[in-house]
């Protein structure tokens, strides 16, 4: 078989659709009865899937749960880069900020944290690679862990003990701490 009459590989399809229907019912589920009562096949039964499917890529409700919570987020976005750093980091504290200002968007982050445990979160994995991503392009000004500590930890704090206190940030203001100076 030549490389032109090879199959191609199908993006989307019924896979897609599947995957689709999967996210909707966990949120909806999260947003219902929280993270901690959502089950393999209570999410097959509101998805219409085989809960068989779920455990195929999943494994387990929890493990499900973090790979959602790292989605919801859409690590495929591109990160702002108008060549201005500060700017950027601001515009992307203020796109986590409105995110998890969604109730059932915070609600899979707790999930995603809790069925992490231990381990580091695929949703805190993904932030990080994007902390890295500006270090990198604030030629050594801050690293990325930096971000993480100023920029990230007093947002997602605020995501999971304090959520009505979202609207009340201003992203500028911890971007401005990472640089070293106060609005």
């Given at each position: 078989?030549?490389?032109?009459?090879?199959?191609?590989?199908?993006?989307?399809?019924?896979?897609?659709?599947?995957?689709?229907?999967?996210?909707?019912?966990?949120?909806?589920?999260?947003?219902?009865?929280?993270?901690?009562?959502?089950t393999v096949p209570?999410?097959?039964?509101?998805?219409?899937?085989?809960?068989?499917?779920?455990?195929?890529?999943?494994?387990?409700?929890?493990?499900?749960?973090?790979?959602?919570?790292?989605?919801?987020?859409?690590?495929?976005?591109?990160?702002?880069?108008?060549?201005?750093?500060?700017?950027?980091?601001?515009?992307?504290?203020?796109?986590?900020?409105?995110?998890?200002?969604?109730?059932?968007?915070?609600?899979?982050?707790?999930?995603?944290?809790?069925?992490?445990?231990?381990?580091?979160?695929?949703?805190?994995?993904?932030?990080?690679?994007?902390?890295?991503?500006?270090?990198?392009?604030?030629?050594?000004?801050?690293?990325?862990?930096?971000?993480?500590?100023?920029?990230?930890?007093?947002?997602?704090?605020?995501?999971?003990?304090?959520?009505?206190t979202l609207s009340?940030?201003?992203?500028r203001a911890y971007?401005?701490?990472?640089?070293?100076?106060?609005?």
């Amino acid at each position: 078989m030549t490389a032109e009459s090879s199959p191609r590989r199908r993006t989307g399809g019924r896979s897609a659709a599947v995957l689709a229907s999967i996210r909707k019912a966990v949120e909806e589920l999260i947003a219902e009865r929280g993270s901690d009562a959502i089950t393999v096949p209570m999410v097959a039964e509101r998805a219409g899937v085989n809960h068989s499917s779920i455990y195929r890529r999943w494994g387990d409700a929890r493990t499900m749960i973090n790979d959602l919570a790292t989605y919801r987020l859409d690590p495929e976005r591109g990160l702002p880069d108008t060549g201005d750093v500060r700017a950027d980091l601001a515009v992307w504290a203020q796109e986590m900020i409105g995110h998890y200002g969604v109730p059932v968007n915070a609600a899979i982050l707790r999930g995603g944290a809790a069925a992490a445990g231990e381990s580091e979160s695929d949703c805190l994995r993904d932030r990080r690679a994007e902390a890295a991503a500006f270090a990198a392009r604030s030629g050594g000004v801050f690293s990325g862990d930096d971000v993480i500590d100023r920029v990230v930890a007093p947002i997602i704090y605020r995501v999971i003990f304090l959520p009505w206190t979202l609207s009340e940030i201003d992203a500028r203001a911890y971007v401005d701490e990472l640089h070293g100076r106060h609005p």
